[in-house]
């Protein structure tokens, strides 16, 4: 199972201070904890409470349809391209990132097992669109469309723009290169995908975008690429087993959630750096800043009560942000809480040569990347400590789908019991609803007049 090592969060080992008496602070939580375990777990089966992301491990139906899809369409195309913003984009993103071979997309065929290439159009920018497009050959690439509410400015007007390309390319025959993600019933995809006739999967009902990454959403493009779902499946389920558990002394994702909690409110500690040591899981930290940001950064608490909170997430990258961010962290202000993620065991080993013995660069030699890499983390983690950052560190045995899973999974449970400990919403998303709101009206959607004359009045002195 994954570790969390959380002792450098100790007022022991970074001082009073910054630090938190921990094992007292458990203590003084536990009831409240164990209330929101059960209290969840309670919940999550009755409409209304968002909370059906927890049961998506157990959720056979999809796997089999998912994997059945993705080996009828095996050895038909040679790219996928996914449309999709946010919470529809950012999990599959994470997840080939870390599971498919680096730069997968420049392989041989052979090496990518003939999977195909996979690409992810999650921005509007036209220059990035028009060189995308330049690249693919349409003919040949399945697109996946995925959109909860079906009627995403961004997604939609992309769709628009691949569908008219390939209608005029293929003929009739560009539905069967379209495949809908879509809700069951409503949204204006759902109602043209029935409408031009492709296949379409559903986005459960209670899943929100940013916990969606283990429904069909981010399960069907991994399985088109050759990934193993039944592994991703098993690491949430033995993941969701664990955090079951209701002792806080027992259960990770408890225990970081509090962490996070007690920093922020008793510490100052109002931002969270999400710090991978690996390439490969480097956008693990983009999925978990959207899945933090959106869940906690609220306005008002549950009883309606304005309290503008939520620690403010950030990426960082190890090695390569210790040359760029870590002088910050160690002596800018003492305003954060360090995640780093270890991998304890990469799939490969790199020597490095012994040459330039007489050198100062001589004691690199014979040594492994893999050993630099572990010595740059270590170093970091004590420099902080020096510092009185606080620090957790979360550790994978190695990369793969199960282990993949369980963090993420793990990162879910955490984030829905902290945001428990705020008293808040976790699962709404109001603030990014009303930039979505404005942009319709400014774009002319019918139904947004009104706020498309205020909106015109206020951009005259914003
Ligand atoms: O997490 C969320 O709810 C959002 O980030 C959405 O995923 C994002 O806005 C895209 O929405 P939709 O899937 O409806 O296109």
Not at 383 to 407: C, H, M, S, W
Not at 421 to 434: A, K, R
């Amino acid at each position: 199972m994954l570790k969390l090592d959380y002792r450098n969060v100790k007022s022991a080992i970074i001082g009073k201070e910054n630090g938190l008496e921990l094992e007292q602070e458990f203590e003084n939580y536990k009831t409240k904890i164990s209330h929101i375990i059960s209290d969840l777990n309670k919940r999550k089966d009755k409409p209304g409470q968002w909370l059906q992301w927890m049961n998506l491990g157990y959720n056979e139906e999809t796997v089999w349809l998912v994997k059945e899809y993705a080996s009828l369409v095996k050895n038909r195309f040679e790219n996928v391209l996914i449309l999709g913003i946010g919470g529809s984009a950012l999990g599959g993103i994470a997840v080939t990132e870390a599971l498919l071979s680096p730069y997968w997309n420049l392989l041989s065929d052979e090496k990518r097992n003939n999977y195909p290439r996979i690409f992810f159009l999650d921005n509007i920018d036209p220059d990035q669109i028009t060189g995308l497009l330049d690249l693919l050959d349409l003919k040949k690439t399945l697109v996946n469309v995925i959109t909860k509410s079906g009627s995403t400015a961004e997604t939609m007007s992309q769709y628009m723009i691949v569908k008219d390309i390939m209608a005029k390319e293929l003929g009739d025959d560009y539905r069967k290169n379209i495949v809908a993600t879509t809700d069951k019933k409503m949204g204006i995809l759902r109602q043209l995908a029935d409408q031009e006739g492709y296949k379409t999967f559903v986005v459960p009902d209670d899943v929100g975008g940013r916990f969606s990454i283990f429904s069909s959403v981010g399960l069907l493009p991994l399985a088109l690429v050759g990934i193993d779902i039944d592994e991703i499946i098993s690491g949430i389920k033995d993941m969701d087993l664990a955090l079951k558990n209701t002792d806080i002394f027992e259960n990770i994702a408890a225990q970081n959630a509090l962490i996070h909690y007690l920093m922020d409110t008793q510490k100052n500690k109002k931002l969270s750096v999400m710090m991978p040591y690996s390439s490969r899981l480097r956008y693990v930290s983009d999925w978990y800043v959207q899945l933090w940001a959106e869940s906690l950064g609220k306005e008002v608490n549950n009883n309606g009560e304005k309290i503008n909170c939520g620690p403010t997430p950030l990426r960082a990258l190890g090695v390569t942000d210790q040359h760029s961010q870590i002088q910050l962290y160690n002596e800018g202000p003492n305003d954060k809480i360090i995640n780093f993620i270890r991998v304890d065991e990469f799939e490969n080993t790199v020597e490095i040569p012994k040459i330039f013995e007489y050198t100062g660069i001589g004691y690199l030699g014979g040594k492994t990347i893999n050993n630099l890499l572990n010595a740059e983390a270590d170093a970091t983690k004590v420099a902080l400590v020096d510092f009185e950052r606080p620090n957790v560190t979360i550790t994978l045995p190695k990369i793969n789908g199960y282990y993949v899973a369980q963090l993420l999974y793990m990162l879910e449970i955490q984030t829905a019991i902290a945001g428990e400990l705020y008293d808040i919403n976790t699962f709404n998303q109001p603030g990014v609803e009303q930039a979505k709101n404005y942009t319709y009206a400014l774009m002319g959607r019918a139904g947004y007049e009104d706020s498309a004359e205020a909106l015109k009045e206020k951009l005259a002195v914003v």
